[in-house]
């Protein structure tokens, strides 16, 4: 069992940055492939990053590409998401989630366990 705390959600003007962390539970947290989802009311859910176990390996959504960041610290049991150039269509709630493989993708149907979320909010 893998228990996923977010942080770092914030209110953030446009072109900005802000850096999420998700803090994860148990001392397998290394056999997990890591992903990162945002979701805004009425709609569903959406692919924002992927890292999979020894960080070699990444993958974006095409609408963050180039500004967003996913990276992993294994001694800490943690994965980041760093988010550059903000903009308003980034507003969202930002949850991580963990899949038990090595590389995980964009559908979430892959993915074991979630975390609550963190609200991310970009003001033009």
């Known amino acids: 069992q893998v228990q996923l705390v977010e942080s770092g959600g914030r209110l953030v003007q446009a072109g900005g940055s802000l850096r999420l962390s998700c803090a994860a539970s148990?001392?397998?947290?290394?056999?997990?492939?890591m992903g990162w989802f945002r979701q805004v009311p009425g709609k569903e859910r959406e692919f924002v990053a992927a890292i999979g176990r020894r960080s070699a390996s990444t993958s974006y959504a095409d609408s963050v590409k180039g500004r967003f960041t996913i990276s992993r610290d294994s001694a800490k049991n943690a994965v980041y998401l760093q988010m550059n150039n903000l903009k308003p269509e980034d507003t969202a709630v930002y949850s991580c989630?963990?899949?038990?493989?090595?590389?995980?993708?964009?559908?979430?149907?892959?993915?074991?366990?979630w975390g609550q979320g963190t609200q991310v909010t970009v003001s033009s």
């Open positions: 989630a963990a899949a038990n493989t090595y590389f995980s993708g964009s559908s979430q149907h892959e993915y074991d366990y």
């Open positions: 148990g001392r397998t947290f290394s056999r997990y492939a």
